[in-house]
């Protein structure tokens, strides 16, 4: 009989199942346990019957403008607009399955989320009833969203692909969309490489002081740190790299090390100089004991560094990422370049290119330039004293190379190429940042391409090179984050439209 109705249930349960991972009915209070995301595609989709809705307390409530779905820590959408009683608040909305959720996720206490206007929630829920929400910033109001749904939760799951969500769905389109999309071939890719083009003049800006105080290799060296940080680590990766600079590096570690035996020594200095290395608990390793030994050396004769552990983020990053292995692949690089200079050396690189049809095996083997491939402890943890890996793995991978290359060889190379009248070398770099991208898009890429592009894969296939990413990119800063993420307020789509009429 429990086969004969196993074979009935509708794909539509089936598919619930799936997605939402846990499906749970149970007896005492009738409840569905699904995951936040299906919530939040509901509100990024508007889902619910939004005329007559009602906040917790009983308010009118009115969604002008849902928010922007946020990829990072911190609420769920962001710069959302909603109106209440008839008076307008701008802020984020967070959303759970039940109203205690806040609580249980110690919101109240995160000032990440002092900014919240609107928790939104499917069930009310039983037991404690969670705490009145005090923010700084704006009053915060509750809405329970289960009896306004357009449909139930079984039709909903039919319509939406939760998996894909936020950058594959239909309606998760910007204002932008339209004009762009009646847009000839030849215009869109000019405002693609114009913007790509201002973006690496932007970070040029960046980088033209420190050049002239510090000198190139010290702010290409900075520069190649805080890349191994970015995003959540970038700034203690900065301040590590301007309390050693390469000149105390150098000076401090004596000549007589060569090698591997000299990576060792960068290492534990710069290991020790982070506040990573923990020494009692490290000298309780063997494998350890040899870095502690080595820092205990050259502690007392080098400045007392600012940073501690505190200062580094090990939340939401992936084990291979992990600062330790990022100092250790630095440490690798710093040697390895010290003879002539990191940055010296990456420009011969650039001039080993060839200037047309360069082949694709030579610049592929260009863009590992950063790649760490080294045989040694860090390679083969994630942690000190962690479990050892069942092989090596790179410490600086092929796409973060390939960052850093776009990133910060690009803007130091174009302002030492330009000042020094080296057209060849200008040519090169430009070659560069016309080439084939990789196969691999962050999400803000994804996001992007659909918010202008929607389901137009013709369109998306144009967007083939760096210069075009970094276009998609400047436009994100220069107009949606400009305007909050907020649509309503964006210029953009009036820019596109006047400037191609």
């Known amino acids: 009989m429990e086969d ?46 939004t005329p007559r809705l009602k906040t917790q307390d009983g308010r009118s ?9 946020s990829f990072g820590k911190g609420p769920d959408f962001t710069n959302a607009t909603i109106k209440v009683d008839g008076k307008i608040y701008e802020g984020d909305v967070e959303l759970h399955v039940y109203a205690t959720d806040w609580d249980h996720h110690g919101h109240s206490t995160n000032p990440d989320f002092d900014n919240v206007i609107l928790h939104v929630y499917m069930w009310q829920g039983r037991g404690i009833k969670h705490s009145k929400i005090n923010l700084k910033k704006n009053p915060a109001f509750d809405f329970e969203i289960k009896d306004y749904l357009t449909q139930g939760l079984l039709d909903l799951n039919n319509q939406l692909d939760f998996e894909t969500y ?53 702010t290409f060296y900075r520069g190649v740190a805080e890349a191994l940080g970015y995003p959540d680590n970038k700034k203690p990766f900065q301040v590590l ?14 000549e007589e090390f060569k090698d591997e035996e000299r990576v060792l020594h960068y290492q534990a200095i710069l290991l020790g100089a982070s506040g990573l290395m923990e020494s009692q608990s490290w000298k309780e390793i063997s494998a350890l004991r040899k870095w502690v030994k080595i820092w205990d050396g050259y502690k007392d ?41 990191m940055f010296a050396d990456f420009v011969h690189q650039v001039s080993q290119l060839e200037t ?62 330009s000042a020094g009248k080296f057209l060849e070398l200008e040519k090169r770099l430009s070659l560069i940042f016309q ?34 990413m970094h276009g998609l990119m400047q436009i994100y800063q220069d107009f949606c984050t400009q305007s909050q993420n907020n649509c309503l307020r964006c210029p953009f789509p009036e820019v596109v439209t006047n400037y191609f009429p």
């Open 356 to 417: 047309e049809n360069v082949p694709r095996k030579q610049i592929d083997s260009f863009f590992k330039f950063f790649c760490v491939d080294a045989k040694d402890y860090w390679s083969q943890h994630y942690t000190p004293g962690g479990k050892k890996l069942t092989a090596s793995q790179q410490l600086i991978g092929a796409e973060r190379s390939r960052e850093i290359i776009i990133n910060i060889g690009l803007p130091v190379g174009f302002i030492f190429a």
């Open 241 to 254: 790299a301007d309390h050693l600079p390469l000149s105390t590096l150098k000076d401090s570690v004596p």
């Open 61 to 69: 409530l009115e969604i002008i403008y849902p928010g922007h779905w």
């Open 435 to 468: 080439t084939r991208r990789g196969s691999g898009d962050n999400k803000l890429i994804r996001f992007m391409k659909h918010y202008i592009f929607g389901d137009q894969k013709e369109r998306t296939r144009l967007l083939a090179s760096e210069k075009h």
């Open 301 to 341: 004769s080098l400045p007392e560094s600012p940073l501690t552990k505190k200062h580094w983020s090990f939340r939401s990053i992936r084990p291979a990422n992990y600062p330790y292995r990022r100092i250790a692949g630095l440490a690798h690089l710093l040697v390895f370049h010290e003879k002539k200079g």
């Open 4 to 49: 004969q109705i196993g074979e009935k249930l509708p794909d539509s349960y089936l598919k619930l199942t799936r997605v939402f991972n846990q499906f749970e009915v149970r007896e005492e209070d009738h409840t569905l346990r699904i995951p936040e995301k299906v919530i939040r595609c509901i509100w990024n989709d508007q889902l619910f019957c």
């Open 166 to 218: 936020p950058v594959l769905n239909q309606c998760n389109v910007g204002l932008c969309h339209e004009p762009l999309s009646g847009l000839p071939e030849e215009q869109l890719l000019h405002l693609l490489n114009t913007a790509g083009e201002a973006r690496i003049l932007k970070k040029q800006e960046r980088f033209h002081d420190p050049i002239i105080v510090d000198g190139y290799e010290q």
